[in-house]
């Protein structure tokens, strides 16, 4: 449902034209209200005074009180049905990386099967301040109602992607990942812009890949008994799944190492977690992370996890860690400014038409 407020500032009313009786309480046509009066009363308060159709103006306004000024070629029901067929464009507000186009394509469907949208970047397409990269056209009511669920998509995604394009880059060769840090309800979203970004996917739940924690560890009275509970499990459940353990000590990446000569697991990948030292300088010490590597030396995937942020990656990356994983990517995004805006240039082509621009 779209509303249409004309505002005549020399008259001091509010034209409202409504498009379905039960919106503000009015049968199809106008209402008008003083505006002093119309700022005081609840939508729910407004009385209608409706307006007939005429053929040769559109509208026939006799039964308001105070009438518009007059115009030999002003058609209101014209601009009326053109406002509820508007078309939009979406603009970037800030540079970045766009994601979420897929997304946003399927809330207008979904709304909509009727509105058309076109794009001039894909995902993960770097887009700069300014930037018109897509364009809605449809119903006003349809686009208006889809608009800030599309755009609130699209935000979120766009940051997550900025943010993981900027970190996978710095990265390289390591690979980035997110982790199971995400918003309630949008953990596929959230790792969709991840990819988008550039980066890679960490598990998505608790059922496709065991990560052996801390509190897994504590629980288990050690990490070798840890590991071994998660061995017997998967075989006494024929299931066949990735598993990684969270080391925290030098000590800890030898006693694994031990454990995996000794015996026959499903171990994958060392989680080596808090092994990067910040300074008081501001800059970290990876010179623990780095020994560690060497210590495995190829026989596990290895990932860095603690002290990651766009300012450490890079150094982290040198190391020769597999993977670098990021809480952040998800849980701290800030989401990229854009926007979605009614086509300035068709509001100049109504008002050449009607002779006012």
């Known amino acids: 449902m779209y509303m249409l407020n004309l505002y005549r500032p020399s008259f001091g009313h509010l034209w409202q034209c409504c498009e379905h009786k039960d919106l503000w309480g009015c049968s199809r046509g106008l209402t008008h209200i003083p505006i002093s009066t119309a700022r005081c009363l609840g939508s729910r308060k407004i009385i209608a005074m409706s307006a007939s159709v005429s053929n040769d103006s559109g509208i026939s306004v006799a039964s308001v009180a105070i009438q518009p000024p007059s115009h030999p070629t002003y058609d209101l029901r014209g601009i009326i049905k053109l406002a509820l067929a508007e078309d939009s464009a979406d603009f970037a507000k800030e540079d970045g990386i766009v994601a979420g186009i897929a997304l946003a394509d399927m809330v207008f469907q979904e709304v909509d099967p009727s509105i058309r949208v076109e794009w001039s970047k894909k995902d993960g397409d770097y887009i700069r301040k300014g930037l018109q990269f897509g364009k809605v056209s449809g119903k006003a009511q349809s686009i208006l109602v889809a608009e800030r669920v599309a755009l609130n998509f699209m935000q979120r995604m766009s940051g997550i992607a900025t943010l993981t394009k900027a970190m996978a880059d710095a990265a390289s ?79 800890e990446v030898h006693e694994v190492l031990r454990y995996a000569t000794q015996n026959k697991t499903s171990l994958t990948r060392m989680m080596l977690d808090n092994m990067v030292v910040p300074l008081p300088s501001g800059d970290v010490d990876v010179s623990m992370l780095k020994e560690a590597v060497d210590i495995i030396n190829g026989r596990f995937e290895t990932e860095a996890s603690g002290n990651v942020t766009l300012h450490t990656i890079h150094k982290i990356g040198q190391t020769g860690v597999t993977y670098i994983s990021s809480g952040a990517l998800t849980h701290s995004v800030k989401a990229l400014d854009i926007s979605l805006k009614i086509d300035t240039e068709l509001a100049l082509q109504v008002g050449r038409r009607t002779k006012r621009a």
């Not at 982790?179 to 608790?206: C, E, F, S, Y």
């Open 173 to 251: 060769p390591a690979c980035i990942l997110e982790t199971r840090k995400t918003a309630p309800g949008l953990r596929l979203v959230d790792k969709w812009a991840v990819l988008i970004g550039g980066g890679q996917n960490h598990r998505m739940g608790l059922f496709d890949m065991v990560l052996i924690k801390d509190n897994h560890i504590s629980a288990a009275g050690g990490i070798s008994n840890a590991i071994k509970s998660v061995d017997l499990y998967l075989q006494q459940r024929k299931l066949k799944m990735n598993v990684e353990v969270e080391t925290r000590t030098l000590e």
